[in-house]
């Protein structure tokens, strides 16, 4: 189990909030697994979001068609919106079906 990790969640142009999550295990994350995605705001007890397959994996990052997510906290990775691993517009969690 991974120590809880504070990031900060862009939502738009309105004030950036810092949340607790408690990151998922990915090391036997494989191509193929489905993941949700979540925009901010979001409450980690809705888990209704976006479902992206995983088309890649690397050590570091989760690759989902055209987006890319830290391994380390599900974070998007985006270096034209200068989103990081700490501080982004969304993030990934491990796809639970209703």
Known sequence: MYAP???TLHEDDKDHNKVTIQPADWSNAKIGDIVSRL???FSP???AGMTLKITGLTDDLIICSAWQFSRETGAEIDDMLGWTKYDTGSI???HTPK
Do not use: G, H, Q
Request: glycine share 0%.
């Open 39 to 41: 925009f901010a705001p």
């Open 92 to 94: 990934i969690f491990k």
């Open 5 to 7: 990790i504070t990031i």
């Open 45 to 47: 007890d809705d888990l």
